[in-house]
């Protein structure tokens, strides 16, 4: 689940056996990178973005955001195209997440807004976690399709985890409204990546002890000699 990236599948999904270990990272973190490059250079894409953007953005104190937001923007659909080809199916969870860079990198470049981009993050988690607790509260658990049922664990066990990941999910939304409204442009970019993909790193880190405590024990039939 990431901002575009979606860093939660990135690091807690399984490989699927036909899917390219290097492949994956580069449709989940490319993007990202691009744009926390292409913020703190913006002259390096300068050329590719002009045509695109009006010279009163590119020469402005926000222009950095806004190279990055376009950046941003291309990347996710290059990320997808190429995910496509190689595939032959594009991840929901990435795929949510592009489309909420394009509507809301194409509000920010439109209305030359960066209130826009930065708050592609809160509106992204607190959907997240209004989906998690609503899928519980509807005995309907949608983590383990999320995770595509990385960890063997019991119901109760991804109950759990369900109510953690929710809870996380809106507090990374209240952190990334404290700081947009309250730091520079640089900072929030620093917040967004790796801020945050370091933040998910560690909470789960923290959720192991959990999952062990709810592992599934195989069962003793399936292992038995036939």
Do not use: C, H
């Amino acid at each position: 689940m990431n901002d575009m990236s979606n860093p939660v599948t990135a690091l807690a999904a399984p490989q699927d056996k036909r899917s390219v270990p290097w492949l994956k990272l580069g449709v989940e973190m490319g993007p990202l990178l691009l744009f926390f490059i292409a913020n703190a250079r913006p002259k390096l894409f300068e050329p590719l973005v002009a045509p695109f953007l009006p010279q009163a953005i590119l020469a402005g104190p926000n222009a950095g955001l806004f190279t990055a937001t376009l950046v941003l923007m291309a990347a996710v659909v290059v990320a997808l195209a190429v995910s496509l080809v190689k595939t032959r199916k594009l991840p929901a969870m990435p795929l949510l997440t592009a489309v909420m860079a394009l509507i809301f990198g194409a509000l920010t470049l439109y209305l030359q807004d960066t209130s826009f981009i930065k708050m592609k993050p809160t509106v992204l988690y607190v959907g997240f976690g209004v989906a998690l607790f609503g899928g519980l509260a509807m005995n309907k658990l949608l983590l383990p399709i999320i995770f595509e049922n990385a960890f063997a664990i019991t119901e109760k066990g991804w109950r759990a985890l369900t109510i953690r990941w929710g809870a996380f999910f809106f507090l990374l939304a209240l952190l990334n409204e404290l700081v947009w409204r309250t730091q520079s442009n640089d900072f929030w970019v620093y917040f967004k990546f790796p801020g945050i993909l370091i933040l998910i790193f560690v909470f789960s880190v923290a959720q192991a002890p959990l999952i062990v405590r709810y592992k599934l024990e195989p069962d003793p039939i399936d292992n038995a000699d036939v």
